[in-house]
């Protein structure tokens, strides 16, 4: 019995724990790269699942144009219950579709709208500072990337915090960050179990960013006291989807580690929290990725021998 052809439809839940004890513990830089390839993988691994569920489903319907062999007995008693999860898995699977096509072209969208804000700027500096009164700032790749702030951002900070910002900034197009955004929001789209991971990321891209400008200033403090009056002044979302300095979410989590220790860019250690976290990510990545080559091999091989010559 296929019963592994819905294991990775359930271990996303694993993503729940797992991405707050990385984002809490592990090295910001670290935890982005795990969540981001642990959502990617439970994401594929759960939606390559999904579509055999549907391919099996779909042969069950009358007047479909599958084989006729795919409907037996033999192909339904492999997979538990397929008569009813076979047919949900299809209006399931086409909602994922129509959510990752409408997500990405949404982020498409906005990012066409960031580059026309910024058109009528000759690009002959990193930085382009508009002339709007809303505090803003954010990341904007290019080409060529820009680091966009508004002068009503610049007049809250004096000049330490202003380079605090732009080091902020800079870390965010180094690292690439709006990858890793963009990965977890459609593996969140592929599967909500992995929303939580998506939060996660969407934290620990701006400790990353902040960890990063603080060793490039040598000062934690000024960076601390950047995010907080940045955050105060900006009161909400920036005007696009971006990496950006004054991002809504747990502004008082970033200060709080900033005014601590640097963290440990070392691997955990196994009994840490941080290493349990680690543990699960891998155990439930490698248990979806096995589960879900079995099934699809073992599927693949069942119809095949149900298809008629």
Not at 124 to 135: G, H, I, N, R, W
Not at 173 to 179: A, N, P
Not at 184 to 192: E, G, K
Not at 239 to 247: G, S
Request: charged letters at 15%; glycine letters at 6%; hydrophobic letters at 50%.
């Amino acid at each position: 019995m296929l019963v592994v052809l819905y294991l990775p439809l359930l271990l996303p839940l694993t993503a729940i724990p797992v991405a707050r004890l990385a984002s809490d513990h592990l090295h910001p830089r670290t935890a982005t790269r795990l969540l981001t390839v642990v959502s990617v993988v439970l994401a594929v691994c759960s939606t390559v699942c999904l579509a055999l569920l549907v391919v099996v489903g779909t042969a069950q319907l009358p007047g479909n144009p599958l084989p006729d062999g795919w409907s037996d007995p033999e192909v339904r008693d492999a997979i538990p219950h397929v008569s009813l999860f076979g047919i949900l898995a299809i209006p399931a699977f086409l909602t994922i579709l129509v959510s990752v096509v409408i997500t990405h072209l949404r982020g498409r969208a906005e990012h066409r709208l960031a580059l026309n804000a910024v058109a009528g700027v000759p690009a002959t500096t990193e930085l382009t500072v508009l002339p709007d009164a809303t505090p803003y700032a954010y990341a904007l790749r290019g080409p060529p990337d820009r680091i966009v702030v508004s002068t009503g951002m610049l007049i809250p900070l004096n000049d330490e915090e202003r380079r605090a910002l732009i080091a902020h900034e800079r870390a965010h197009l180094r690292g690439r960050h709006h990858l890793a955004l963009a990965a977890t929001r459609l593996a969140a789209c592929a599967h909500p179990l992995l929303q939580p991971i998506h939060t996660s990321v969407a934290y620990t891209v701006e400790r990353w960013a902040d960890e990063d400008a603080a060793e490039a200033l040598g000062d934690r403090r000024t960076i601390a006291r950047a995010v907080g009056k940045a955050a105060l002044a900006a009161k909400g979302r920036p005007p696009f989807v971006a990496p950006a300095f004054a991002a809504p979410g747990p502004v008082p989590r970033r200060v709080a580690a900033l005014l601590g220790p640097a963290p440990l860019a070392a691997w955990p250690k196994p009994r840490s929290r941080a290493g349990v976290a680690a543990l699960v990510a891998a155990t439930g990545t490698t248990m979806s990725v096995l589960s879900a080559v079995n099934a699809g091999i073992a599927l693949v091989l069942l119809l095949i021998a149900a298809t008629p010559l």
